[in-house]
């Protein structure tokens, strides 16, 4: 689904009108919270985030077990499989799954450690304890209840912040602010920009830790792009951060065309952008996530093959606090 833009604003009318379905909606979230979890025999180490859309909890979920296999651990990333038709619990295997098997962010997460989908996401953690894993690493999973977490961090960009403030439909929380901030053990403040400061500052107030991080582009693929020009095009959940990281790294992008939140591609979009492409003299640039879910569709195999990606990876201002705050939580 395409976020809607008044989420990003002040509240207004349209919050206003939706705010009694918004009650019933984040009444229902805040009791389901409350339910009691199922612990398992290893720590279980939550990445997620207050609202629907993109904040860079894929990344920085990878950017955390590579820690954590640094420190001795063996993580297995655990993932709902969102977009995917496999209810698993399934290993994925990156040679013989796709987007349509497994989803596009657990294809990501299984090039760097072994990674379990799993709708069911204790049967998904044991399913990783069987396999080897000494840590579980849930990317997204903030607001399942079922799975007891020993740590939950909230990834937040710092340009959006939680937006307006309000629960879906209204707003884009998942659930009442305030009930997801007592689930929590961190903060991960993802950018330099200042419009999640009343979320820092409720944090803060709780005696929360607040890390800081940035994303980073591969410097190769910049080097590589820097004589081009692109028409950049993305189906994540903010589109626009894409876009801002393609034109910081010093890449011009005189097109950018921004799709729903994992934009299941036609033929027909795919040869669009490849006319638009050759026509313009542009070079086709996507994320890492939208060429994941590409990948093994013959009608997008001409865009998947013209399509280059700008790699990021999520850097920490501090990498020894946020390695102090995952191994305390996993001894």
């Not at 993580?75 to 698993?88: E, T």
């Not at 912040?161 to 659930?175: D, M, Q």
């Not at 801002?244 to 921004?258: F, L, R, W, Y």
Request: charged content about 20%; overall charge positive; aromatic content about 4%.
């Amino acid at each position: 689904m395409r976020e809607p833009s008044f989420w990003w604003r002040e509240p207004g009318l349209t919050a206003a009108l939706l705010s009694p379905v918004a009650a019933a909606y984040g009444a229902i979230a805040a009791k389901r919270l409350r339910q009691q979890g199922t612990r398992v025999s290893v720590p279980v180490i939550c990445v997620g985030n207050f609202t629907i859309g993109g904040t860079g909890k894929t990344p920085a979920a990878i950017a955390m077990a590579h820690i954590l296999a640094g420190a001795g651990e063996r993580p297995f990333f655990l993932s709902r499989g969102y977009g995917g038709r496999q209810a698993g619990p399934l290993s994925v295997d990156v040679a013989a799954h796709n987007a349509t098997d497994v989803g596009d962010e657990a294809l990501l997460l299984a090039r760097s450690a072994p990674t379990i989908v799993s709708r069911d996401r204790v049967a998904g953690a044991r399913a990783a304890i069987a396999a080897g894993a000494s840590v579980v690493v849930m990317d997204d999973g903030l607001q399942n209840p079922l799975l007891t977490k020993d740590l939950t961090i909230a990834v937040v960009d710092s340009r959006r912040g939680n937006g307006n403030g309000r629960v879906f439909p209204a707003g884009p929380l998942r659930a009442p602010f305030a009930a997801q901030l007592s689930r929590i053990d961190a903060l991960l403040i993802v950018g330099n920009s200042t419009g999640a400061s009343a979320v820092i500052s409720a944090a803060e107030a709780r005696k929360l830790r607040v890390l800081q991080a940035r994303l980073v582009p591969e410097a190769d693929a910049v080097e590589a792009l820097k004589t081009r020009k692109v028409l950049a095009f993305a189906g994540i959940g903010d589109p626009e951060k894409f876009f801002a990281t393609v034109k910081d790294a010093g890449i011009a992008a005189p097109v950018c065309k921004a799709f729903a939140d994992h934009h299941p591609f036609t033929g027909e979009e795919a040869a669009a952008l490849v006319m638009q492409a050759e026509h313009e003299g542009l070079s086709l640039l996507t994320t890492e996530k939208d060429h994941a879910r590409m990948s093994g569709n013959p009608l997008l195999a001409a865009l998947c093959a013209r399509a280059r990606t700008l790699p990021v990876a999520m850097a920490f201002d501090d990498e020894n606090k946020v390695k102090e705050l995952l191994l305390s939580r996993d001894r």
